[in-house]
Every structure is written in C-alpha cells, then in structure tokens.
C-alpha cells in the first residue's frame, strides 16, 4: 500500500508550552491532527479553569498569527528559503486542569461545566519536567476522585512512582501495584487514561480492565527501546519520561496499539525543550514528534501488517473514549521518504526533533 486516507486524526497527549514556543510548535500538530488534548505542565502549571480558558484563548491567537517559520528543506540545517505566513488552521485545544494536593471539588465542577476542559492531569510530585506541585499523596485527593467519578471526568495519569528507592526502569510496574490498583478499587468507574504506557505490564493492566480505563502510547516508544539512548554515546534526544524501556516490552506495545482494541489510542507526548536544555549536563526529559506526528506511526503500524488498524487507533478510540464526535474530514499519507531537518527554530533556540537528519517512510500530502 502506497498511500492511505484515514479520518483526520487526534492527538491525546500533547505538551504545546506557550509563547514563542508554542507559536513554534502549533503549526505541526495543526496541520495534522483536528484536536489534541493539552498538557497542563507550564510554569506556574495550569491548575484552575480559569487559568486554562486563558490557556486556550492564547493558543487560539497563536493559531490566527502561526510563527512565520523558515520552511525546513531536505538535508539542510535550516533554510530560509519560504516562509508559511498566512496559514490558517482548524485546530480545537482540548483543556486540562493539573491535579494538586489542593485541587477543591468545585474546581472540578467548574472544569467539568467550562465545555473546554476535558480532563484532569495527574503528576506525582516531581515525576517529569514541571510537576513540582504535583500530587504528594493520591489519598489527598480522594473527594476530588469521587467527584469525578460522579461527573465522568477522566484523569489522565502519569503512571510513575517517585520513590527514591524504585529503579528507574521500574517506576511504571510499581506504579499499577502501589497506585492504580488501589485507586480503581476504591474508583472502580473513574474514567482513566494511563499515560504513555511503557511496559508490557501496562499493557497488559489496561488490556484486561474495565472499559473506563484506557492507555496512550506514543510513536517514540513504539519504534525505540533503551539502546536508543546509547547508540555509540549518550543520546540525550531520546531520553524522555518514562524512560524507554527493553525490547520485549516495545513489542508489547506495538502489539497493544495494532490489537484493534480500543483501549489503546494515539497520544505522541510530543514535548519540545530547546537544544540546549536537552545537551546539557542535566538535560531535559521529553522528545519532539509532532513535526512527523501521525507518520511515524504509519511507520509502526506498517511494520506490524497492522495498517489496517491505524485508523481507528489515531482517529477513533480516543474520541470514543472522552465522548466526542469523531472528525469528519481525512487526511492522506503516501509511502514516500523525506528527511527532518537536524533543527527547527525554537524560541530563540532551536530544537532538535525526532529523527532530525534522518528519513521518515511516510509523508503527509
Ligand atoms: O518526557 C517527558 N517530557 N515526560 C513528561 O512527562 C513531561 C514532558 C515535558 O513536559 O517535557
Ligand atoms: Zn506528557
């Protein structure tokens, strides 16, 4: 198959910063995906309605006014060839509230009547990039999960735990023990979304849960294990959280998002740092996807004789699953390589993305 024509999909977990940045990044995921659901981690992080109504509204303005980027031209660092001024997007923000110990029930109520909140962000206090007024104890925000549970807000959860004496490579699979299990015994219709699952034990926890609870995967986990961050030296461009993991639980992944089921459904997790942040001597976590967002899956999914199921996956599951009409245009992908560009301007920076130099298979027309 060389080109295929899917239901414009959504992207159910993304990370667009704001200002500069934003304006550098929305364009990409813009002109691929008709929504996404956006992460709430700024600084200070978007922790009440209020706040992220004013969110929005300047993502909004940043779609009427995309960042005149110098076009990205094959092979070459970063050309100034054509600019994309005038671009106009149909692009609708999917609002989250980031859960604090101090989040009340009537904040939720606000988020759950605002019509643009969609979702509650759970972090564990110090988990990732900006979650130190993450939640310090999930028992706190016991009124708030009931409260939820009720409204049928879903909470979407980075499934980590931050305990110091947890390896790194096993903060997931304690997490489903310590956390989630508990959590849905107590919750058991809490709609939740676990977070960029890594491991085949996630896989395998939301494969065989009720249908309230639901997983994200990204491409970059899809297509890379942990050898990646060490081919032939540190990579700090492929360190993200959660951390890559082995092998057998890459496939794992693979084998949950081409299963048809759906429970599991895109979210890219694209979350952009500038270059220097990440070469640094304690560099930033999060890989940027979006400028290829739904290519690189058309990648795994045709590695896995499993175009078939790209659709629905990218396009249907999330929506069904946050009670949303699903997207009634299309967009087509053709089997031709194009190489990223090593750089793409970034608030005064620039970043690196995924891939960066290399060829993507598939390409957006
Ligand atoms: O790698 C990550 N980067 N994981 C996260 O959970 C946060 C994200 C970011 O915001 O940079
Ligand atoms: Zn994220």
Redesign the pocket.
């Known amino acids: 198959m060389d080109k295929i024509t899917i239901t414009r999909p959504d992207d159910w977990h993304l990370?667009l910063r704001d200002g500069d940045a934003l304006k550098a990044v929305l364009p990409d995921t813009a002109r691929r995906f008709a929504r996404a659901i956006v992460?709430p981690?700024l600084r200070p992080p978007v922790t009440t309605t209020a706040l992220a109504a004013e969110y929005r509204q300047r993502i909004l303005d940043a779609l009427q006014k995309p960042t005149v980027r110098p076009e990205r031209v094959e092979g070459q660092h970063i050309s100034t060839a054509r600019q994309m001024q005038g671009e106009r997007f149909s692009f609708e923000p999917l609002m989250t509230v980031y859960l604090t110990d101090n989040t009340t029930v009537a904040e939720i109520e606000k988020a759950s009547t605002s019509g643009f909140v969609r979702a509650v962000k759970y972090?564990p206090a110090g988990?990732?990039?900006?979650s130190d007024s993450g939640v310090t104890d999930l028992n706190k925000c016991n009124q708030v999960f009931e409260a939820m549970q009720a409204l049928g807000m879903p909470l979407l959860m980075?499934g980590e735990v931050t305990d110091g004496d947890v390896d790194m490579f096993d903060r997931e699979c304690v997490f489903i023990d310590r956390h989630l299990k508990p959590l849905l015994e107590k919750y058991p219709a809490l709609k939740v979304v676990f977070e960029?699952i890594t491991t085949k034990d996630a896989a395998e926890f939301v494969a065989s849960a009720p249908s309230n609870v639901a997983a994200t995967i990204t491409p970059h986990h899809l297509l890379m294990n942990r050898n990646a961050m060490f081919s032939g030296g540190i990579r700090p461009h492929h360190y993200?959280?959660?951390i890559l993991k082995r092998e057998e639980h890459r496939i794992a992944l693979v084998k949950a998002a081409t299963s048809g089921s759906p429970k599991f459904f895109l979210g890219t997790?694209s979350?952009p740092?500038a270059k220097s942040a990440k070469e640094a001597s304690c560099g930033?976590?999060?890989?940027y996807s979006s400028h290829a967002g739904i290519e690189l899956y058309a990648e795994v999914f045709e590695a896995a004789n499993g175009l078939d199921k790209l659709e629905a996956f990218a396009s249907f599951y999330g929506a069904d699953f946050y009670g949303l009409p699903r997207n009634k245009d299309q967009i087509s992908l053709v089997k031709e390589a194009w190489t990223v560009p090593e750089s793409i301007i970034f608030a005064g920076d620039v970043l690196v993305p995924l891939r960066a130099g290399q060829t993507v298979a598939w390409k957006m027309v």
């Open positions: 990370h992460m981690n972090y988990a990732t990039t900006n980075h960029h993200c959280l959660p997790d979350a740092h930033c976590a999060g890989m």
